[in-house]
């Protein structure tokens, strides 16, 4: 029996949905009926309120119409995944939250939309339970792959306990980096950093000793060092929604 799946786009670039399609056949040829997807559908219709089995969701709160999209199509869906960091925890879209809003013309671009800045870029975990988490900038396909093939199938969708660092095979002498005192870490921009020895022991910031792993360490593969952009280890297991007075602790901070 074929599952309802809808996606939908939030505040984010549409990279997760690229991540999407890159799966292939796997999904797409049979056990998935998409109902409704601006990005995966040619025609999209009356198909908002299409009654849902996984709704997969892109991108951030980060304007009123995207609260109002996602209010609108939660009590026609079973199960809520969060594809990408944006939806997981906010991700690179959080930081509209450290700067007005309003400057030059990116204020005036949203009200010429009908748009209006949300007071709390964020997460939709913020407003609706999520029942699955695939975090990632973008997540990789073979993830997504095994977590929706999981979800279709019955089975239990797999869990990554191990870091990006585990999964990195750099030389390492265990020694602590030489910075000097009050100095600063190395750029990419300086010079090369050598391939085969590990990032952190040259005086490069890596993060990958604290980032979620089941990338394959990809970024360190091409002698750049981890970003994070699959976010700390310690959150995987705390994805959850947030209480009222969690959000209002939080835009409290922000005024």
Same mark, same amino acid.
């Given at each position: 029996?074929?599952?309802?799946?809808?996606t939908?786009?939030?505040?984010g670039?549409s990279?997760?949905?690229?991540?999407?399609l890159?799966v292939?056949k796997?999904?797409?040829?049979?056990?998935?009926?998409?109902?409704?997807?601006?990005l995966?559908?040619d025609k999209?219709t +009356?198909t908002?309120?299409?009654?849902?089995?996984?709704?997969?969701?892109?991108?951030?709160?980060?304007?009123?119409?995207d609260?109002s999209?996602l209010?609108q199509m939660?009590?026609?869906?079973?199960?809520?995944?969060?594809?990408?960091?944006?939806?997981c925890f906010?991700?690179?879209?959080?930081?509209?939250?450290?700067k007005?809003?309003?400057?030059?013309n990116?204020?005036?671009?949203?009200k010429?939309h009908?748009?209006k800045?949300?007071?709390?870029?964020?997460?939709?975990k913020?407003?609706? +339970?999520? +029942?699955?988490?695939v975090?990632?900038?973008?997540p990789?396909?073979?993830?997504?792959?095994?977590?929706?093939l999981?979800?279709?199938e019955?089975?239990?969708?797999?869990e990554?306990?191990?870091t990006v660092?585990d999964?990195?095979?750099?030389?390492?002498?265990?020694k602590a980096?030489?910075?000097?005192?009050g100095?600063k870490?190395?750029?990419?921009?300086?010079?090369?950093?050598?391939p085969?020895?590990c990032?952190?022991?040259q005086?490069y910031?890596?993060?990958?000793?604290q980032?979620?792993g089941g990338?394959?360490?990809?970024?360190i593969?091409a002698?750049?060092?981890?970003?994070g952009?699959?976010?700390?280890i310690?959150?995987?297991r705390?994805?959850?929604?947030?209480? +009222?007075?969690e959000?209002?602790?939080?835009?409290?901070?922000?005024?």
């Open positions: 029996m074929a599952v309802n799946v809808s939908i786009q939030l505040g670039c990279g997760c949905h690229v991540s999407l890159d292939g796997a999904i797409f040829a049979g056990g998935i009926n998409v109902v409704h997807s601006y995966l559908m999209v +009356d908002i309120e299409a009654e849902t089995d996984l709704l997969i969701i892109e991108g951030a709160i980060l304007t009123n119409k609260e999209l209010r939660a009590p026609h869906v079973k199960k809520v995944l969060a594809l990408g960091s944006c939806a906010g991700g690179i879209a959080c930081l509209g939250n450290l007005s809003p309003f400057k030059g990116k204020g005036n671009n949203l010429e009908g748009h800045l949300h007071p709390l870029i964020c997460s939709p913020a407003f609706i +339970d999520i +029942d699955f988490f975090p990632g900038c973008p990789p396909a073979d993830i997504i792959r095994d977590t929706i999981a979800l279709i019955g089975r239990p969708v797999p990554i306990a191990h660092c999964e990195c095979v750099r030389e390492r002498n265990y980096p030489s910075i000097p005192p100095g870490w190395k750029t990419l921009l300086e010079e090369a950093p050598d085969k020895k990032f952190l022991e005086g910031l890596c993060l990958g000793r980032t979620i990338c394959n360490a990809g970024c593969k002698n750049m060092s981890c970003e952009c699959r976010g700390p310690f959150l995987y705390n994805f959850r929604k947030f209480s +009222d007075k959000k209002g602790e939080i835009l409290k901070c922000l005024k």
